[in-house]
């Protein structure tokens, strides 16, 4: 398709992100173009827009920033067989090598060979985007594109809720940006028995509790490992769902932890954490799991079937809509932490028509 497009770039290595015009996208063989309806900020593109130490490391800028998103197929590559033009897709963002051993065996997620869609290829903050056919997830038509469009980060919170044995189980989800809130409901759809929010943020702990959350806990106001022991009958929680990435968050996840628990691991720390293995790891016999994305693509049909249960509220997650120019707006609440999703809209007529 011939023509230029409006677009987020970040145009410089330094802190902020510019709105910009640039051509659309030449797609290949096997690529499709996709006209994006509605685009969500990431924890990670607020990494990036304020240029921390990880995106000074991985970032070359120019290119346009955003990877979760929803839009409609305008244009398909000459070999391209599963996607016809009209389709209503979101992309898995992992673009992987589909030859080696681990995406052979089922374990496509932690590819040596990953470039991620707007990390290190032009993104979704932009009127179109172009991507792999093998990354096109086909959407059913007819729902809202801001729902669709978080799918990707809502596919983080099941890989890691469901790492393992749930139903029934005693949940603590560690630190509730985006990502934690969405945990917290998932852990709800699939019938936990109990789930406890921390996060020292008030308007993300009262986002918690509306998707259901049975107890918050500020750590800044009390004590959380009292608390949970006194939550669990003094045993502790079976499941950690550790999304903060915080140092002392870690550490006092491990000691209120019951013993033979799993934690999943999700949040990325700064720094490298100092941990008492011995007495927390090894001698209470439990497990921890390193969760990378999302599985391809078994993660992304327990989306989709826990979006079509209906067991999941997905309108409390998104708690802004702004048209795309404004991004620096949804930047500036994502710092804050005063927001649950923030979702961008390409055009001023699609605000128009999904801002409701
Ligand atoms: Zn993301
Ligand atoms: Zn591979």
Known sequence: MEGKMKVVMKQEAKAGAVLSEMDIPKIGPKDVLVKVMATSICGTDAHIYSWDAWSQNRIKPPYVMGHEFAGEVVEIGADV???????????????????????????????????????DTNG?????????????????????????????????????????DIIGKTVAVVGCGPIGIMAVAVAKAVSASKVIAIEVNEYRLELAKQLGADVVINPMKEDPIARILEETEGLGVDVVAEMSGNAIAIKQALKYIKLGGRMAMLGIPTAEVPLDIANDIVFKGITIHGIAGRK???????????????????????????????????????????CGKVVLYPTKELFDTYNK
């Open 124 to 164: 979704t903050y932009a009127e179109y985007v172009a991507i792999p056919e093998t990354n096109a997830w086909k959407n059913p038509k007819g729902i809202d594109p801001a729902y669709l469009a978080v799918q990707e980060p809502l596919g983080n919170a099941v890989h890691t809720i469901m790492s393992g």
């Open 81 to 119: 067989k599963s996607i016809q033009v009209g389709d209503i897709v979101s992309a898995e963002t992992h673009i992987v090598c589909n030859t080696c051993e681990l995406c052979t065996t089922g374990k496509a997620h932690i590819c040596k060979d990953t470039a991620i869609l707007g990390v």
């Open 296 to 338: 391809m693509y078994e993660t992304w049909y327990q989306v989709k079937g826990l979006i079509e249960s209906g067991n999941l509220n997905l309108d409390a997650i998104i708690t802004h809509r702004l048209p795309m120019e404004e991004f620096e707006k949804g930047f500036d609440l994502m710092a804050s932490g005063d």
